[in-house]
């Protein structure tokens, strides 16, 4: 099983672009999410969905939106990149809470 | 507003020493998740504790949560360099958005020979 996927690894964004950050599994978990990982901060929540067609915002939420068509996957959108937005951005799975499986990870600088 | 507070950030250790990681929280809640985080990997889910003196052992490392106290600790019994991570403790917050876990900062561990 791959388990939890993102891409890009690595992406580097001018100031007001707009892009997606793409996020699979494929362990048929209900719950997903988006956290967010600062330099020396813990994971902050942007959103999460407990099913699909259902989402919900985090702690974070301003920027980012999402949605959830499917099971599998879970994109996270960037609607006009600013550089308060570089950040380490994960993507979370699992049947239920908590999030146990977690990607590896998209490294994001936006200059 | 919940607050998760973990000390140390940084702890250098020797081998075959024990040394404990503290984990405290401002408000209220049963529910406390310990990860571990390698350098540029994502994270690893290591422990979940859902009550009052829950207790739960892999290994070398023995987490544990008290609610009445606010703190949960990670207790780590004759270290090896393998342990050397960066390791998370998160609370669930029953008064955020659902599904909100608040993550300490992390507590940097290096086990050196």
């Known amino acids: 099983n791959a388990g939890v996927t993102q891409t890009p690894k690595f992406q580097v964004l001018k100031t007001g672009q707009s892009m997606t950050l793409q996020c699979a599994q494929d362990?048929?978990?209900?719950?997903m999410s988006w956290y967010r990982q600062d330099p020396g901060m813990g994971l902050r929540l942007i959103h999460y969905?407990?099913?699909?067609?259902?989402?919900d915002q985090g702690e974070v939420p301003n920027g980012y939106n999402v949605s959830r068509s499917t099971t599998e996957d879970f994109p996270l959108r960037l609607l006009s990149a600013a550089p308060s937005q570089t950040s380490v951005y994960f993507c979370?799975?699992?049947?239920?809470?908590?999030?146990?499986?977690f990607g590896n990870g998209t490294r994001l600088t936006v200059t | 507003e919940l607050k998760v507070e973990q000390n140390p950030l940084f702890l250098s250790m020797q081998e075959g020493k024990n040394y404990t990681i503290y984990c405290n929280y401002s408000t209220t809640s049963d529910r406390l998740y310990w990860y571990r985080q390698d350098p540029g990997k994502s994270l690893e889910s290591l422990f979940v504790l859902l009550s009052n003196g829950a207790v739960k052992q892999e290994g070398r490392l023995m987490a544990s949560l008290d609610t009445k106290a606010r703190l949960s600790t990670l207790h780590i019994t004759a270290a090896v360099h393998d342990l050397s991570a960066t390791y998370f403790c998160?609370?669930?917050?029953?008064?955020?958005?659902?599904?909100?876990?608040?993550f300490g900062k992390g507590t940097k561990l290096s086990v050196k020979p």
């Open positions: 998160a609370v669930f917050d029953y008064g955020g958005s659902q599904g909100n876990l608040i």
């Open positions: 362990m048929n978990h209900e719950y």
């Open positions: 979370a799975s699992s049947p239920g809470y908590p999030p146990l499986h």
């Open positions: 969905s407990v099913g699909a067609g259902i989402t």
